[in-house]
């Protein structure tokens, strides 16, 4: 039986807090991402910063299926790692790299979420194409969120634009409803059949997610029992809003100017 709360006005401005919070992190974090930085500096940066705003970082402890803590304040995850990279000072960023950042905090009893796939330096245009899809599906997903839709049409609106361009979709991870808690009912699948599944309300929080390969979308599980990595050892993408499904558009709780800006001008 699922259990989706739905947020009053009061509790949307919480969400909406908490959420600025993890978008301004990630732009803080933008700020660092070049060669010759480890993800362990970029998490110590992040935690830093969530703590100093009055925040808890979610992730941090956060428990894997195995029963395991995360150990960290942020997913890093380079390259041909999909998603919860855990941060190390034996992962140095590369020029031509990728890696997404997944952040979240807790503040004031509730949840931000958001993540984002950063370049280090100059990146070849193949995986530069892949980021720019995989986002203008986030997008596509998010525009389907409105009160009235199904989360199908979510999913559908991503997959469609994404196989288009050859590219494959990650289905052991999704999306997900969000509040007091980090993870909430419903699911939101990055694939999906358009007027098929839970039909959103206004009100409802959800953190939509694309996570899409360059090359097929076949994942394994490090021995870290964390990281996710392509078995073809390909590019991954992976972009998270975590959003209010509103009657007429869907409002983004968690987005953040700056590097939005600066990613404009580089692709």
């Known amino acids: 039986e699922m259990k989706i709360f739905l947020k009053t006005e009061d509790e949307i401005n919480l969400m909406r807090k908490a959420n600025q919070l993890v978008g301004l992190t990630l732009a803080e974090l933008g700020k660092h991402i070049k060669p010759g930085v480890t993800t362990l500096q970029l998490d110590r940066i ?3 910063f969530i703590r100093d705003h009055g925040a808890t970082p979610t992730f941090k402890n956060f428990p894997n299926p195995f029963g395991e ?8 995850s380079i390259n041909d790692v999909v998603v919860h990279g855990i941060p190390s000072d034996k992962d140095v960023l590369h020029e031509g790299d990728v890696i997404s950042i997944d952040c979240g905090t807790l503040l004031d009893g509730f949840n931000g979420d958001s993540c984002y796939t950063f370049c280090v330096g100059e990146v070849n245009e193949e995986v530069k194409q892949l980021l720019r899809v995989t986002k203008e599906s986030l997008y596509l997903g998010i525009e389907q969120a409105v009160a009235g839709n199904h989360v199908g049409d979510i999913g559908y609106a991503i997959q469609n634009h994404c196989q288009s361009y050859g590219y494959d979709i990650v289905r052991e991870f999704t999306g997900h409803g969000i509040g007091k808690a980090m993870h909430e009912d419903p699911p939101i ?4 059949t358009k007027g098929n599944g839970v039909m959103l309300k206004a009100g409802m929080c959800i953190a939509v997610e694309p996570m899409i390969t360059l090359g097929d979308r076949k994942v394994g599980l490090l021995p870290d029992k964390w990281s996710v990595v ?3 050892h390909k590019p991954a993408a992976h972009f ?12 983004i709780l968690s987005s953040f100017v700056e590097v939005e800006h600066l990613e404009r001008l580089n692709f």
Request: include cysteine; glycine fraction near 6%.
């Open 46 to 48: 992040a935690e830093e």
């Open 240 to 251: 998270e809003h975590t959003i209010v499904v509103r009657k007429g558009k869907a409002e």
């Open 230 to 232: 392509t078995r073809d």
């Open 69 to 76: 803590p995360f150990p960290a304040c942020i997913c890093t």
């Open 189 to 192: 699948p990055n694939f999906g």
